[in-house]
């Protein structure tokens, strides 16, 4: 009888056990559900400042939040209580959430102050601000602040007396009228005392592409380049051609003296950087084309036969040959006006030099 009472009791112990645990447990795993959730939510957003639900997010919340009846005093961190129950309002659920901080700029301003930032370097915030104000769109400064850092552009000139640095072919794009360019080049020449290197110097125009070519010689000392530098301050003015800034290397040829004739005559020489050829790449693309296509296919033994072929080549540079940097355009002559007449090869130096013309009637 003692061993049946004892079980009686343990079965009912093990009858309210198990009432209770129907009872409670399952409130138990969704409020731990619950704080999941909002652990994987704060992860999501781990460097933001501010949580706000998305619809998705806080659908689930109220779901979970149902199975408990709604009693999440102590298991909410994500949002307050309030604004929790704030959600639970019939009026809340028959609208669509409003959209949280102020409205995004246009794409169309984006893109124009993008636009701006890339095509004027030296312009700052408030200069792009004002082109805005200008055009009737209304942009707060830290908004195009904002949008340029987002984007990665430069960021503005910082405020100096000095001018702000402005990319190599942007400087040289916007100065091609006033841009001359001066390089030497060299052509072996066989003599009776053997094999020397004669020396050209070249100066081009990079608005008009004309060119300057120098007279041959052995030795290009200071007196010899000097010359040139007079000669070539005369070939300018006959062309009409307004020089602001003469670009060279670091050859030794050019002196102080040299720099010193042009700043007289009002231009200012620039020195391109050690072992950048492609700094003055209009000079040495014109030296590398009139050695393919013309004085490599010859072998000097003077320098007055150097001087005619460097004549006739300049003479077919300037006159028949059209150039791509141009329109295809000849620089002396318009050739698209003559229509009419039989075409006719004309040549040069035994046709390495050789163009197509019309015949006059």
Known sequence: MQYRGLGMK??????????????????????????MFQIKMLRDRID????????????????????INHDVNNVMVVVKPQTYRRWL??????RSPKPVGRPGTAEEIVALILR????????????????????????????????????????PPEKSKS????????????????????????????????????????????????VYLSQPTFHPDEAWV????????????????????????????????????WKRAGVRCIRIPPKAPQANAFCE??????????????????????AHINRVWLDYYHIQRPHQGTGNNVIS???????EGPVKRQERLGGIVAWYEREAA
């Open 10 to 35: 343990f079965n009912l112990l093990f009858v309210l056990f198990t009432f209770l645990a129907h009872r409670f447990l399952p409130k138990y795993d969704v409020r731990m559900q619950l704080l």
């Open 116 to 155: 701006m930032a890339t095509e004027n370097l030296s312009w700052g915030y408030k200069r792009i601000l004002g082109e805005l104000k200008k055009l009737g769109i209304s942009v707060g400064l830290t908004t195009i602040r904002d949008i340029l850092k987002r984007s990665d552009c430069p960021p």
């Open 89 to 94: 309002s019939p009026k809340t659920k028959t």
């Open 285 to 306: 693309s014109f030296i590398g084309t009139c050695k393919h296509q013309c004085l490599n296919h010859f072998v000097c033994f003077g320098l007055g036969q150097l």
């Open 163 to 210: 001018k702000p640095n402005i990319p190599w072919s942007k400087f040289v794009s916007a100065h091609m009228e006033s841009l001359v360019a001066c390089d030497f080049f060299t052509k072996p020449v066989y003599t009776l005392r053997g094999k020397f290197d004669a020396y050209v110097l070249v100066f081009l125009h990079l608005g008009s592409r004309r």
């Open 333 to 339: 002559a318009d050739f698209r006006c003559t229509s």
């Open 48 to 67: 933001d400042q501010r949580i706000v639900p998305t619809p998705e997010e806080r659908a689930e919340l109220l779901r979970l939040g149902n199975e």
């Open 226 to 261: 000097m010359q040139q530098a007079r000669n070539v301050t005369m070939w300018l003015d006959d062309h009409g051609i307004k020089a602001k800034y003469l670009i060279h290397d670091r050859d030794t040829k050019f002196t102080k003296q040299f720099d010193a004739f």
